[in-house]
């Protein structure tokens, strides 16, 4: 959201005019750092969004939908407490910055009148949302500034609410004084620095709509007087034309930025925010989602590879334990030439036909010589043996690692990262948050269905449901498609005892290659020659009696049932 006071004004003034009087039903809070409230404004439903991130703070209405977790963060258990039944006051600009407020009218639990402020701080990295009471009391925020001898913005729970210090002037203040004492040069530079509430975009409209260049001598009184004709304007901005051109939103359509051939008309700043930043809010979601889950994985694939390391190291030491069981060997063949306290033996090695020189302990008899050696094979082959075993399973497990970061590569922003955590967690990969009393079970995600000349066509999201639709929900006349030699999802078309037509076939196997950047070749077998894989994890199969065809990736999303 851009940090343009002279927006942010234009849009506090459409959501008071909007929202005041409107009753909250419902609040929520779907991110660490976004809230939602949910009321009844102008006989329909609207939900005002509320966001402090960093790469997209903002306050307008949405008709996006988001899914809540499980269980209540503590500020929106808080803010139920205060606002269950509270209407909107007032919506506006505070302290002449860029900082939405909405005031609240609300009840105590005495049934007392109250008065409740809630703060949206539009500040990029520096945003915030602040929740105090009428006397501007902080209950609660989103982030937390202690005191510091360097800040002067505190943000704590008992401490009054104090914005942020401004060092100039505002445009919504007298203004004018200080473009008086312009004295020629870059007036462009001038006014950003000295006037705040406009971004360098702004400063260039309101400079071309007074028909004065960036660069001028001291304003005479005609200059003067036409940028104070275009400030009043824009403080006032009776009319709006909201839009969004280049990736921003305006109020009014800028000149300097092409006008009309250039700007996407939307009948209010809200419904502008809304388009402009729902599709940005998800991308930076899942970004910062992915990430999370794209580090702990990457974490348990190395731990995986030291495993490994180690087990190869394990199994280098074991390659000479034949030596042990010789040596043993020889000394009670050749028992009768040691005296104790000797250090060595030698003796001819009838396996290699040389003389060997066995290294002895001076401190052990001669036949506790002969066990030591015997004791020592005889670890080593137990240890091959379970070194072995463990190394085959570690691999496995780096294999299952790796499927599990590619179904993180390729998770869209819709499906929910849910099942990927459980199968992180299951391998010791993920730490689940302790949560308090009961907790409701969050519904399981659906596989992808697609329906293709009446054949229905399931394509799994993550693993979990891979093993679901190729163990539960296939038979053993289904068809079952991967991709050849590589990690993927599993495709299974239901036959019902048909004849899959080839288009049917083609269709599926490029479902199937949908994740890959190139055409791939996929593997397609009837479902009863696919069986899971012996100590194997989730979605790790064996399948024989195979055929492969060429496919190109593609979703085909005009087949897939929406649920």
């Keep these: 959201m851009g940090s343009d006071l002279f927006a942010l004004s234009a849009l506090a003034k459409e959501l008071n005019t909007s929202l005041k009087g409107a009753r909250i039903d419902k609040i929520q809070q779907p991110e660490s750092d976004e809230l939602r409230f949910y009321m009844r404004a102008g006989g329909k439903n609207v939900c005002l969004a509320a966001s402090c991130n960093a790469a997209i703070p903002r306050l307008h209405t949405t008709t996006s939908k988001k899914q809540s977790p499980m269980t ?20 506006g600009v505070y302290n002449c910055d860029r900082i939405l407020y909405v005031r609240f009218d609300a009840k105590t ?45 505190v943000v704590m729970r008992g401490v009054r ?3 942020v210090i401004q060092r100039k002037i505002s445009y919504l203040n007298d203004c004018f004084p200080v473009l008086k004492e312009f004295c020629g ?5 001038y006014i950003q620095s000295n006037i705040s509430g406009f971004s360098g975009t702004t400063v260039s409209e309101l400079l071309l709509r007074a028909g004065i260049g960036a660069n001028a001598e001291a304003l005479d009184e005609n200059g003067l007087n036409a940028l104070k004709r275009e400030i009043n304007e824009l403080r006032e901005l009776a009319d709006i034309s909201p839009c969004i051109i280049n990736g921003e939103v305006y109020p009014i359509v800028y000149k300097s930025l092409g006008g009309n051939e250039n700007a996407v008309l939307y009948p209010s700043m809200s419904e502008a925010y809304d388009a402009l930043y729902t599709d940005i809010d998800s991308g930076v979601r899942n970004r910062a989602r992915l990430k999370s889950l794209a580090t702990q994985a990457s974490r348990l694939h190395k731990r995986v590879e030291k495993n490994i390391a180690i087990d190869l190291e394990h199994l280098a030491e074991c390659e000479h334990m034949e030596d042990y069981r010789k040596n043993g060997e020889l ?24 003389e060997v020189e066995i290294p002895l302990d001076p401190q052990l008899s001669p036949s506790k010589n002969s066990a030591a050696y015997y004791n020592k094979y ?44 459980e199968e992180l967690a299951m391998l010791g990969g993920f730490k689940r948050k302790a949560t308090k009393g009961k907790v409701r079970k969050e519904q399981a995600e659906p596989p992808y269905v697609y329906l293709v000349d009446g054949f229905y066509i399931y394509r799994g999201k993550n693993n979990l449901q891979n093993d679901e639709i190729t163990f539960k929900i296939a038979s053993s006349s289904d068809t079952w498609l991967h991709l050849k030699n590589d990690h993927g999802a599993h495709t299974v078309i239901i036959a019902q005892g048909r004849e899959i ?31 899971r894989q012996p100590n194997g994890h989730p979605g790790q199969v064996i399948y024989e009696n195979y055929q492969t065809i060429l496919a190109k990736p593609y979703k085909h999303g005009e087949y897939l049932i929406k649920h």
Excluded at 78 to 88: D, F, S
Excluded at 113 to 122: K, S, W
Excluded at 185 to 189: F, I, M, S
């Design 331 to 354: 000394i009670v063949n050749n028992i009768y030439k040691i005296n104790r306290g000797d250090k060595s033996l030698i003796c001819f090695d009838y396996y290699e036909n040389k």
């Design 501 to 531: 037509p080839d288009k049917v076939l083609q269709i599926a196997a490029e479902i199937t290659a949908s994740t890959k950047q190139a055409s791939a070749d996929v593997d397609y077998t009837m479902r009863r020659h696919v069986k």
């Design 185 to 189: 040069g870059d007036l462009h530079k």
């Design 378 to 421: 005889n670890k080593l082959k137990r240890t091959k043996e379970f070194v072995e075993k463990k190394l085959s399973a570690d691999k496995n497990l780096l294999n299952y690692v790796k499927s599990i970061e590619d179904e993180i590569a390729s998770l869209p922003f819709d499906c929910a990262s849910a099942p990927i955590e």
């Design 72 to 91: 209540a963060p503590n500020f929106c258990m808080l803010l139920r407490k205060y606002l269950a039944t509270a209407c909107v006051d007032e919506i």
């Design 109 to 153: 639990e005495m049934k007392d009148e109250a008065q409740y402020y809630l703060f949206v701080e539009i500040m990029n990295r520096y945003s915030n949302i602040v929740f105090t009471d009428g006397n501007l009391n902080i209950l609660e925020a989103v982030k937390h500034l202690p005191l510091d001898a360097a800040r002067e913005h």
């Design 161 to 163: 609410y104090s914005p």
